[in-house]
């Protein structure tokens, strides 16, 4: 049941409803979040049919707020398994709708995000989901606006390429037919046991949800104007703690699976992140021991290389605004950003070598 005021909200924005889609939104102590996340669901041109907030050992008011907002509400019962188990104990519970979305709780989504997913898998029966574009949300430092201008590239980086490189647990449509197909494989093709459509082990739940859905032969989608605004890390150490969990977990997730057609483009991918590691390493020793020395200089192929790099910088995130060309331009600024991301890798790579495990890192959004 709907509250009076949820209902009346809903007929101030006369929309049309998609009966056959379900947004699952899955929230651990989300209260300030929350609101604005199912507002963007019930802004949405084509409305989903129903919204259902997955309280996964809430301490604060989630369950409260959620309802209030409009939500249908079920509570996570004796997980332990993070995001993927609550997703699961949703997830059975669906049996009528078609369309399967997942939302993250501090995310919001643009307002024909809905309907423009619908229109790609009614055109392309062989999608089997389509997942959004994130951007951060109001980057209101240096470090909140390097992580925007990041997102900006990858938001431009999937355009020119027309390449989902992850499914992004951020926001995306999956057909429940699909979901069913990766629940019945796993324990066999697939890693994980049978009937749970999300691998309780990953800790990377969207990067390894993505590796089942190509290994079953299943394609995806990530169009630009599927967009979605997701909150930015605000402190350093949280950006550390978002960074290993996601290197480790794509790393878990490849040695899982293994090296197959569908997961040698990521094996390489990660060779590339190595080996860009080792690069940048060698370049910033050579460069401190030729200044130490007193025998740096800039030679002409070196500056015209430089300058590529900085047009592709500005290029790659001009769409963003004034402020976002402006971090880019020095260079410098951004660079640091770049090792502090390196940083993470090696920290991940190395639990992965001695098989330990990351902490799940939940930072509470800003009321």
């Given at each position: 049941m709907h509250s009076s005021q949820t209902s009346d909200t809903r007929?101030?924005?006369?929309?049309?409803?998609?009966?056959?889609?379900?947004?699952?939104?899955?929230?651990?102590?989300?209260?300030?979040?929350?609101?604005?996340?199912?507002?963007?669901?019930?802004?949405?041109?084509?409305?989903?049919?129903?919204?259902?907030?997955?309280?996964?050992?809430?301490?604060?008011?989630?369950?409260?707020?959620?309802?209030?907002?409009?939500?249908?509400?079920?509570?996570?019962?004796?997980?332990?398994?993070?995001?993927?188990?609550?997703?699961n104990q949703a997830i059975e519970t669906i049996t009528d709708e078609e369309v399967v979305m997942v939302l993250d709780a501090d995310t919001s989504i643009a307002p024909t995000f809905i309907e423009e997913g619908l229109a790609i898998l009614d055109a392309e029966p062989a999608v089997a989901a389509v997942g959004g574009v994130f951007e951060g949300r109001d980057p209101g430092g240096f470090l909140e606006r390097c992580q925007a201008n990041e997102y900006a590239r990858y938001g431009v980086q999937i355009e020119v390429t027309g390449r989902t490189a992850v499914l992004t647990g951020t926001a995306a449509m999956v057909r429940r037919e699909a979901l069913e197909a990766v629940a019945s494989a796993r324990g066999t093709t697939l890693p994980g046991r049978c009937g749970d459509v999300y691998d309780r082990h990953a800790i990377t739940e969207d990067s390894e949800l993505t590796l089942a859905l190509r290994t079953l032969g299943h394609e995806l989608r990530s169009p630009a104007l599927m967009t979605c605004t997701t909150e930015l890390m605000p402190t350093w150490g949280d950006l550390h703690r978002q960074r290993v969990r996601w290197y480790k977990g794509m790393l878990d997730n490849l040695l899982t699976y293994g090296l197959t057609r569908t997961t040698a483009r990521y094996v390489g991918q990660q060779v590339m992140l190595v080996l860009g590691t080792l690069m940048m390493a060698s370049y910033l020793l050579l460069t401190a021991l030729t200044l130490v020395a007193g025998t740096f200089t800039v030679s002409g192929p070196w500056a015209a290389v430089a300058l590529v790099f900085l047009v592709e910088r500005l290029v790659t995130v001009w769409p963003a605004g004034t402020r976002a060309r402006l971090l880019a331009a020095p260079v410098l600024p951004e660079l640091l950003y770049d090792l502090a991301l390196q940083r993470a890798f090696v920290h991940a790579v190395c639990l992965t070598v001695a098989r330990r495990q990351t902490t799940w890192n939940h930072v509470a959004a800003a009321a």
């Open positions: 007929l101030d924005h006369p929309r049309s409803v998609a009966s056959h889609v379900v947004v699952i939104v899955p929230a651990h102590d989300e209260e300030a979040a929350l609101p604005d996340t199912i507002a963007s669901l019930w802004a949405q041109t084509c409305r989903p049919g129903r919204v259902l907030v997955v309280s996964d050992n809430s301490t604060d008011q989630t369950v409260a707020v959620a309802r209030a907002a409009g939500a249908d509400v079920m509570e996570s019962s004796g997980n332990t398994d993070r995001k993927a188990g609550a997703l």
